[in-house]
């Protein structure tokens, strides 16, 4: 079965630097999708990406954060100016459209922390 | 805003038990709703959905009603198996082209043998 593949699956940043966070998702799907989760926390929605543009954010992703399909395969997640609170465990996704019933296909997540 | 709020705590029971973890929503649409689970180590599988009211998701034993009168989609599987420990978490997609996930906290399930 296709699947949602993140690179790396952990990741140990200064704080202040720049991290980013790669996503291959599957490959026939068109809408793309990363979520954090901090420790403990519930899963967040960061942002929703479809035909190489932000489709919606939440008020998490401000501008440190960026998003990009830099070819055709991958999508990536860049947090610049890197800070202590945006350790967690992100994930990518990806579903076939953006109708509601329409399941999201998850990766196993890059954990990132920030010292 | 659009919210899932699943029961406090972790479950701990043993094999061959009744699991039940509850889940309701608040939502000003029409949600899809599905539960999710992370096996240690993993990322989140999708365990079921349901797309509208009264439907019934099912899948490796596991089932969940989506309930429009008390917005509720909870969780059960009549017998449980070791392996069937994990996190599992409840979330909701609105209709409105854009959907985002809203998830609850997720709730740890230990099943001793």
Known sequence: ??????????????????????????????????YRQILGQKVEFLVSFYNNEISEKSEIF??????????????????????????????????????SNQPQHFGDGTRLSIL | GDSVTQMEGPVTLSEEAFLTINCTYTATGYPSLFWYVQYPGEGLQLLLKATKADD???????????????????????????????????????????????????NQVVVIP
Request: net charge negative; with cysteine; hydrophobic share 30%.
């Open chain 1, 1 to 34: 079965e296709p699947e949602v593949t993140q690179t790396p699956s952990h990741q140990v940043t200064q704080m202040g630097q720049e991290v980013i966070l790669r996503c291959v998702p599957i490959s026939n799907h068109l809408y793309f999708y990363w």
């Open chain 1, 62 to 99: 401000d501008d440190q954060f960026s998003v990009e399909r830099p070819d055709g395969s991958n999508f990536t997640l860049k947090i610049r100016s890197t800070k202590l609170e945006d350790s967690a465990m992100y994930f990518c996704a990806s579903s076939a459209d953006s109708y």
């Open chain 2, 56 to 106: 019934k998701g099912s899948n490796k034993g596991f089932e969940a009603t989506y309930r429009k009168e008390t917005t509720s989609f909870h969780l059960e599987k009549g017998s449980v198996q070791v392996s069937d420990s994990a996190v599992y978490f409840c979330a909701l997609s609105l209709s409105n082209g854009n959907n985002r996930l809203a998830f609850g906290k997720g």
